[in-house]
């Protein structure tokens, strides 16, 4: 089955340090891995995604995620950290469906704290 | 530009009430659209998608039902709500040339 794993539960970063949210992949043949960000109470905000090229992706609001096919990684990262960036950050996986189209698989979700 | 609407943003409803939340896309046609359960403000499960209208596919048995009445508009339903059914309700949808989904603001469900 294709997953994504989020190992870590919460990262705690100070403001203006580099944060890295982990996430590993296991699928067959080529990923479509994404990330998204989500404030208390909201939906899902799409932050990125790795399709193809690049094995370095930039996204919105300063984030970026490095593609490691070797490693099956893909961990979101950030040059300086604010705390504005504190929200829950989620990995996830295309998924082709039996009934035609496709679906995304998540991870359980990473909790990132930024303190002053 | 695409957009996605889902309504209401929260509802408080009594154990066996019916339930009706709706979902509609604009500024795309033929979307791939999506009803995801967020449990303990945590895992995201999958709940139904439909590939066009008319055609929905459940991912979990449960006690809720979803339409697709028209191209872009998605509704979740239940005829009698159980307690379990307390969560956050999300709608997306994805497309050819956005290969990934967008969500709505989500739903705040509490079956009391």
């Known amino acids: 089955a294709q997953s994504v794993a989020q190992p870590e539960d919460q990262v705690n970063v100070a403001e203006g340090n580099p944060l890295t949210v982990k996430c590993t992949y296991s699928?067959?043949?080529?990923?479509?891995l994404f990330w998204y960000v989500q404030y208390p109470n909201r939906g899902l905000q799409f932050l990125l995604k790795?399709?193809?090229?690049?094995?370095l992706v930039k996204g919105s609001y300063g984030f970026e995620a490095e593609f490691n096919k070797s490693q099956t990684s893909f961990h979101l990262k950030k040059p300086s950290a604010l705390v504005s960036d504190s929200a829950l950050y989620f990995c996830?996986?295309?998924?082709?469906?039996?009934?035609?189209?496709?679906?995304?698989?998540f991870g359980t979700g990473t909790q990132l704290k930024v303190e002053l | 530009s695409q957009t996605i609407h889902q309504w209401p943003a929260t509802l408080v409803q009594p154990v066996g009430s019916p339930l009706s939340l709706e979902c509609t896309v604009e500024?795309?046609?033929?979307?791939?659209l999506y009803w995801y359960r967020q449990a303990a403000g945590r895992g995201l499960q999958l709940l139904f998608y439909?590939?066009?209208?008319?055609?929905i596919s459940s991912e979990v048995p449960q006690n809720l039902s979803a339409s697709r009445p028209q191209d872009r508009q998605f509704i979740l339903s239940s005829k009698k709500l159980l307690l379990s059914d307390s969560g956050f309700y999300l709608c997306?949808?994805?497309?050819?040339?956005?290969?990934?989904?967008?969500f709505g603001q989500g739903t705040r469900l509490t079956v009391v």
């Open positions: 439909s590939v066009g209208i008319g055609q």
């Open positions: 996830a996986v295309r998924v082709q469906l039996t009934g035609g189209g496709n679906k995304l698989t």
């Open positions: 790795y399709i193809t090229g690049d094995n």
């Open positions: 500024g795309t046609s033929n979307p791939n």
């Open positions: 699928v067959s043949g080529n990923p479509y």
């Open positions: 997306a949808w994805s497309g050819r040339i956005y290969p990934g989904g967008f």
